[in-house]
């Protein structure tokens, strides 16, 4: 598909009669969240507050035709992801399905529901990569930060994800609460022999927000831990690859989310709603559309949540007359809504944006306060799913 010009839709704030033509991306990856049932409780879930219920998941042929879509506008990815994924029955149907079509395919897991057998079953329906969380290398903490006595279970799932021969990647979320920890992380995956380590870091918006106080690492952590993975990069040349970045609160300048809104990247939900990230359901005022309702294309074309925010017509000052503002887009739109209530503002992150105070206090007092408790996800299940489902602030047994 060729480069289409699009209407872009404009901020009341900024140039509310301007008709500003934009260019439109080719999206290069979509991220399917089969599920938002999962067995752990990660008190950092980027998932929305309100998840969605088993009964209103699509079902696999339109998951299909979503992705025989996807295709058609020219995305080359599809990362399977959740919840937890596996809780899908239809996992290696969709995952064949995708392969068949030419899409490369990656699993993002928890590991702790899936059997030697069904991964061989991934691996025969070409499966290209799978990424496996681990909360911490202590399995005492890793199983408090998780909600869930799983740890033992995730090393040995990427045991046997190497032993089917799929390539691993250890997706850590590193924070006040597990960074002393982070030598051992990177020993532990190249003992667990995966090709690429991710640090990320906790984004602070949906549920992630509530728990704020209790994950914000102290500066000297930060720069302890840059140290830490500047070595190892070196050291490890070869045999891992370390993906990391400081997280934005106590960088100058915001990170580009997303590659910009509507430009790389869209998510679909599991009751089928298609939305420009992961997040964007916390900018409760927008309303999505359905991959149920309308075709991929149209969606990623006209959808007015998509264009809400795509090019640069929409950015208030400092970021209209800024040189930056192709490179990080103004930053997070869903980080700026959670700490400021305005989406239009400029990413507190970014040192020009006036909202920047926002970020002042809770930096302020890092390292100075006790650490809170986590604040788990609860919701009212009525019937567990298999045992499966967000519903408990203590460790459901395993
Ligand atoms: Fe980015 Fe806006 Fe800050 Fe410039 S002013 S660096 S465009 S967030
Ligand atoms: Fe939604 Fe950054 S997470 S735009």
New binding site residues.
Partial sequence: MSELEIKQNNSSEVKPNASVKEKLQIPYAVLCELTHRCPLSCPYCSNPVELEMKSKEIDTETWKRALSEAVKIGILQAHFSGGEPTARKDLEELIQHASSIGLYTNLITSGVLITEERLKKFYDAGLDHVQVSIQDTDPENSEKIAGYKGHAKKLHTCGLIRKVGLPLTVNAVMHRQNLHNLKSMIDLAVELDAERLEVAQV?Y?GWALKNQTAFLPTKEQLDNATEIVEEARVRLKGILAIDYVVPDYYAKRPKS??GG?GRQFLNITPAGKVLP????ESLNFLEFDNIKDKPLSWIWENSDAFNRFRGTSWMPEPCQSCDRKEIDWGG????AFALTGNENATDPTCEFSPYRNVLDEPLSNVGKEEIPEFIYRKINVRKPLNGIGHNSNKSPKS
């Fill in positions: 984004q918006y989310c997303m809104w990230c992961h997040a964007a997070c739109r869903c980080q």
